[in-house]
């Protein structure tokens, strides 16, 4: 039996197959921050014991920088308690696995999508995941591009305002794209909205609603469903996220030129608006030269990108 599994900062999914490569078993489960990395590896090795076929195989997106070659994991930007662990080590303990292969999870979500999602028939696809944080992978001829270690296509810490000085002397932290177009910046964006909306705007009612029954966080899911009851608000932000967006991907398609670019993670729910949104800016922000801009495409595999590619590297 072959393990996929993802540790994200808000959902862990670890798929399984059986003889024939088919996925016949799905655990997801939301992840709780209070609880750190210590309670993600809980929930693992829990699910490893449901499993009743011996693990052959483990693969793992990640969703931080990590050394690919030895499973040594640098940090994770939402989760606690992460760093320094050595992933490959800690499952070769759990199971009796004769692979098991650790990368960044932007890298296998993207090679997931590269040959068995929206990437399928091209020779350069880059991946970009916009959820709790902002990743990126490239796929060149079926195979992960590898940069210096640790860590890859770290899209979302590209500088969008750089740290510095401001005109009155004061410390300016900078803005990165991921402090702007995350699935939490986006939540943010919409409370710190919500006051100004009037009383019959569907976004508000929808978030209000959502606060009511206690279900609170996650507003950018209203974005879409609010979208299409015409709200003015929610087409606003959603062309506004999807400009800043493709400005960052203006900087890979300088850099690396693919041809097709995949949105991926939780933000790209949003569908065929959030596309739009991001292909038509892509197109203004890339120079004449690589016009026109590579095609814009949305995940396939949707939220199974990640464990689907995982199971894909083994």
Not at 99 to 106: F, L, Q, S, Y
Not at 140 to 156: K, M, N, R, S, T
Not at 187 to 198: F, G, S, V
Request: hydrophobic share 40%.
């Amino acid at each position: 039996m072959k393990v996929g599994i993802e540790i994200g900062g808000t959902k862990l999914q670890l798929f399984a197959t059986d003889g024939s490569g088919q996925v016949k078993e799905r655990f997801r489960y939301e992840v709780d921050k209070t609880k750190g990395a210590e309670g993600i590896l809980a929930n693992i090795s829990q699910t490893f014991k449901k499993l009743n076929t011996p693990i052959t195989a483990v693969g793992v997106g990640f969703g931080g920088p990590i050394n690919s070659e030895t499973g040594q994991i640098s940090t994770s930007y939402q989760i606690e308690g992460w760093a320094g662990l050595n992933l490959v080590s800690w499952l070769e303990e759990q199971t009796a696995a004769q692979t098991i292969r650790v990368e960044n999870d932007a890298n296998v979500a993207a090679l997931g999508e590269a040959l068995h999602g929206a990437g399928r028939g091209y020779r350069h696809v880059f991946y970009v995941t916009v959820g709790s944080g902002i990743g990126g992978g490239m796929i060149v001829d079926g195979q992960i591009y590898h940069g210096a270690l640790p860590g890859e296509a770290e899209l979302g810490h590209l500088w969008l305002v750089p740290p510095g000085v401001g005109t009155s002397g004061e410390a300016s932290p900078g803005q990165t794209l991921e402090e702007t177009c995350s699935g939490w910046a986006v939540d943010r964006q919409i409370r710190e909205l919500l006051p100004q909306l009037p009383t019959d705007s569907p976004l508000r009612q929808m978030v209000e609603a959502a606060t009511n029954e206690g279900r609170v966080g996650g507003e950018a899911r209203f974005l879409h469903p609010a979208y299409e009851k015409s709200d003015p608000v929610a087409k606003m932000l959603i062309e506004q996220v999807g400009s800043v967006l493709a400005l960052g991907l203006s900087h890979v398609t300088h850099l690396f030129h693919p041809q097709v670019i995949v949105l991926g993670g939780g933000l790209s729910l949003i569908g065929e608006p959030f596309r739009v949104a991001v292909k038509t800016a892509l197109e203004r922000f890339v120079m004449p030269a690589f016009r026109p801009a590579p095609l814009v495409f949305g995940a396939q595999l949707r939220e199974e990108a990640v464990p689907i590619g995982a199971i894909t590297m083994l």
